[in-house]
């Protein structure tokens, strides 16, 4: 079996017999979204409905665990993969929501109208693209780095990762509407990077490695994610120019 602290193979028994951690078999493994799921006795005939109600009540139990104690985001595991989900999109909304807010605070002139293509749903759509690929390249970095993780593992995790980023994020769009640019701009800004850069790192460093040095395989994501953050932002501001072009000709430009 595997051994939940060191993840090295160990023989059966109550300890590693590489760490001497206590062992605990892998069906008593708790994630951190630890609600209760036992079938009501009355059958709802709508099981689309119970499944909803199941996965908003992990999600709730693993945003307020994660809010309260963001540490805990080392015991996410696969069984937490809908509510780290949950997270990217909501991060995403998030984003879009407040660059929407931003931009249509901005006066762009007459000639400049964004879309609503543009200012919400394009970024909607990139950042939750965004961070399944982050996530698969931390999942490139645990298997580098020889560590027992699996893809759903990290994505739990990963999502786990990203909630106090949530907060933080969300504490700079309040500092934008009460009138306070400057902090605001700096939270958004230390969010997003974080995401980006702290949020893998957490997850690589959780394990001992086994295969390539940690230290490189941290520099080599970190550059890796940076370059896939480069190409789609440089994609949506082509998008963006694109379609501003196309106003400008269509309105006799």
């Keep these: ?59 709730g139990h693993f945003f307020v665990t994660l809010v309260k104690n963001p540490s805990e985001a080392k015991k996410a595991n696969g069984s937490d993969m809908s509510s780290g989900i949950i997270t ?29 293509w543009d200012s919400f749903i394009l970024p909607f759509i990139i950042f939750n693209i965004l961070y399944v690929l982050i996530a698969g390249l931390t999942f490139a970095g645990t298997k580098l780095s020889v560590q027992a993780v699996t893809f759903p593992d990290v994505i739990a995790k990963y999502g786990a990762y990203l909630v106090p980023f949530l907060l933080l994020y969300t504490a700079g769009i ?35 490695p086994n295969g390539f ?14 370059l896939v953050f480069g190409f789609f932002i440089q994609s949506f501001m082509n998008s963006m120019l694109g379609n501003f072009m196309n106003m400008m000709f269509n309105n006799g430009f």
């Excluded at 230290?215 to 994610?225: M, N, P």
């Design 1 to 59: 079996m595997q051994c939940p602290s060191c993840g090295q193979q160990t023989a059966e028994g109550k300890f590693c017999t590489n760490c001497g951690a206590q062992l605990v078999k892998d069906n008593q493994y708790e994630s951190v979204a630890a609600v209760s799921t036992t079938p009501s006795t009355n059958q709802n005939p709508n099981e689309t409905v119970e499944k909803l109600k199941t996965t908003g009540s992990n999600f």
């Design 88 to 116: 990217f999109v909501l991060f995403s909304l998030l984003i879009a929501l407040s660059y929407h807010l931003i931009l249509s605070t901005i006066q762009m002139g007459f000639f400049m109208q964004i879309t609503f």
């Design 174 to 208: 309040l500092f934008w509407l009460i009138g306070l640019p400057s902090i605001a701009g700096m939270l958004l800004l230390l969010s997003i990077l974080s995401t980006l850069l702290i949020a893998p790192t957490f997850i690589l460093v959780e394990q001992t």
């Design 213 to 226: 040095d940690r230290i490189y395989v941290l520099i080599g994501l970190h550059i890796i994610i940076l």
